[in-house]
């Protein structure tokens, strides 16, 4: 099995910054895609960003210029640094990996979630 933990969550004041970190580990051939969503009370999963293996990006627009991921291939981990936070930007982050194991079975793994909170 595989296991997927993120580290890095709490409280900011706004306009601050955060680092999210995810590290997977386990029974894992390769990762494609890593990626962080979020989860604001009663609301949905939303995509955040992700990276595939070469390092391409894709960010939400609402957090495009404020946030950055990274991954260390590897290391099977992925960051998330986020920078000038505001309100809206708390919720639960999760981390998602795209993993193909050593039987060359491939699916997605979520970590726990981690908990980002937002203060004026």
């Known amino acids: 099995q595989v296991q997927v933990v993120e580290s890095g969550g709490g409280l900011v004041q706004a306009g601050g910054s955060l680092r999210l970190s995810c590290a997977a580990s386990g029974n894992i051939l390769s990762i494609n895609a890593m990626g962080w969503y979020r989860q604001p009370p009663g609301k949905q999963r939303e995509l955040v960003a992700s990276?595939?293996?070469?390092?391409?990006?894709n960010y939400a627009d609402s957090v495009k210029g404020r946030f950055a991921i990274s991954r260390d291939n590897a290391k099977n981990t992925v960051s998330l640094q986020m920078n000038s936070l505001k309100l809206e930007d708390a919720a639960v982050y999760y981390c998602n990996a795209d993993v193909t194991n050593r039987a060359y079975y491939r699916t997605t793994y979520w970590g726990q979630g981690t908990q980002v909170t937002v203060s004026s």
């Open positions: 990276i595939s293996t070469s390092g391409i990006t």
